[in-house]
């Protein structure tokens, strides 16, 4: 526990993290990757490249200094962050090499204004918030190894079957390669994919929304192929779209993730996806075709046009046998879409639309795109009065605001 000194010293720094807390977490990861290059086998090298992941983790470090005395407030995202770094295979003693460096940056951006008071203080509130991701995560990597069919790190799978989805979205259907039984999941849950890539110095790790309903004898991800491979992003999805063939072995991580559907409700849930965010939505659409076939659901997608429109005909046939309402907007559709009647909305879904559209009152509401599309569907869903414990959503990647 700190005392309530070292809790005074930490909500002290709150306004100059607001301020230079980016700065600080982009100091910390350069000099930490320069001291443990090691650790660039674990962290996202396309999230460092894009500054997701350093305002990530300022936003982290500013609600720890903000919530210092009631950390409980941010069991949360501590739950989230858990659930990716349990996936990525992050440890107890990588803890202390992240805290070292932080201090250091700290020292290094704030200059004079970080007093021995002051980073004495930060080195005592790390230790604290430290321990509680630590104690978080070792009871995440327990469930993990020992639910049935779990298992610890990662595991050989086999690429049982690839499929193209769309000109940009193909499928891979992964079977362990011992033929033994493999763990649940949760209709929205992650896993992680660890790729050594010929020429790369170091392993790259991706983390992909499970695409189909659990309870198969594989897991199905559904991969957007990003343009160029001189980018992070690129380099890994061209690598498993031109590279990966069927028959490959790729090493996975259990299934991960604390966005995920509520099967144990039976009020309606409404579906809206942007591009490859319609993975997870795949999944729950899936699961709820399965489990509760008399649920309503509204299924909305937005795409550019047909081209880049993935897995159409698994969700239009889904809901032909369930209650489903499906719904397709297109903002850039071709002559081809418009010929064959392949989307029912041209435009981008609206607040107007929404309101005339699904029930507000009573569903709960799903969600995932990419950010701008995110936010767009929040600000529109509280603009209708949807309340916060009815709106979940996931980001493909580090955790960002949707605030407009």
């Not at 193209?164 to 896993?191: C, H, M, N, R």
């Not at 559907?261 to 709820?288: A, F, I, R, W």
């Amino acid at each position: 526990m700190l005392d309530q000194k070292t809790i005074e010293i930490i909500k002290s720094t709150v306004p100059v993290l607001e301020v230079h807390g980016e700065q600080i977490t982009t100091v910390f990861y350069k000099t930490m990757f320069e001291n443990h290059p090691e650790l660039l086998n674990i962290f996202n090298h396309a999230n460092q490249k894009q500054g997701r992941q350093q305002r990530a983790l300022a936003g982290t470090v500013y609600a720890a200094a903000k919530y210092i005395d009631n950390l409980e407030a941010i069991l949360p995202v501590v739950n989230q962050i858990a659930h990716k770094h349990r996936s990525l295979g992050i440890l107890p003693e990588h803890y202390p090499i992240v805290g070292k460096h932080l201090l250091i940056a700290i020292k290094e951006v704030l200059g004079d204004a970080a007093t021995d008071e002051i980073i004495n203080a930060w080195a005592d509130a790390y230790g604290v918030i430290a321990d509680a991701f630590i104690s978080v995560e070792a009871e995440m990597y327990d469930a993990a190894a020992n639910q049935k069919g779990g298992w610890k790190d990662f595991r050989p799978f086999i690429v049982a079957k690839k499929v193209d989805e769309s000109e940009v979205i193909t499928s891979f259907y992964l079977k362990p390669v011992d033929g033994k039984e493999i763990a649940a999941f949760k209709p929205g849950q992650y896993i992680s994919v660890k790729l050594e890539i010929e020429g790369e110095d170091f392993t790259h790790i991706r983390q992909y929304s499970l695409s189909d309903a659990p309870g198969k004898d594989y897991y199905r991800i559904s991969v957007k192929k990003e343009a160029g491979m001189e980018t992070p992003d690129g380099k890994v999805s061209n690598y498993l779209h031109n590279t990966v063939e069927e028959g490959e072995v790729l090493q996975i991580s259990a299934p991960a993730g604390d966005f995920f559907l509520n099967t144990e409700k039976d009020t309606p849930v409404v579906l809206l996806s942007g591009g490859v965010g319609l993975t997870p939505m795949v999944s729950m659409l899936n699961t709820v075709a399965d489990l509760q076939p008399e649920k309503e659901v509204t299924f909305i997608h937005a795409a550019q046009n047909g081209k880049v429109h993935a897995l159409k005909d698994e969700v239009a046939a889904t809901a032909a046998k369930a209650k489903v309402n499906s719904v397709v907007f297109y903002d850039q559709p071709t002559e081809e879409d418009r010929e064959n009647n392949n989307f029912d909305v041209e435009g981008y879904i609206t607040k107007e639309w929404l309101k005339e559209n699904v029930d507000l009152a009573q569903s709960d509401f799903y969600f995932c795109g990419p950010v701008p599309f995110m936010k767009a569907i929040n600000t529109a869903l509280k603009g209708l009065g949807v309340t916060e414990d009815r709106i979940h959503f996931e980001f493909f990647g580090p955790m960002a605001s949707l605030e407009a």
